[in-house]
């Protein structure tokens, strides 16, 4: 098992209306075919935030290092058609 993680390339709006970056981890089976599991995962955030997001693929050093700089994220999870959890990070743009 892999866990994935996706940077959303615009911001996002939190419940009180500020703009915040999207961090999103997915635990995802070895082998799987990437592409596929971004497609979904963009599905799922469009799905919640009622915003289509281009989102990149990142490293796990790179996912949280915008989380340390940012430590006051919001989290949530959603899930995917398939059953699987994808959690998200809502950080505050300062």
Avoid at 33 to 52: H, S
Wanted: hydrophobic letters at 45%.
């Amino acid at each position: 098992m892999a866990i994935l993680y996706f940077l959303g390339e615009e911001a996002v709006q939190n419940d009180q209306q500020q703009d915040c970056c999207l961090i999103v981890e997915v635990p995802a089976p070895d082998g799987v075919d990437n592409q596929w599991v971004q497609q979904a995962v963009e599905n799922a955030i469009e799905e919640q935030f009622g915003k289509r997001v281009t989102l990149w693929s990142v490293n796990e050093d790179e996912a949280i290092e915008y989380l340390e700089a940012l430590p006051d994220a919001t989290h949530g999870a959603l899930q995917l058609a398939t059953g699987v959890a994808l959690f998200y990070h809502l950080a505050r743009i300062v």
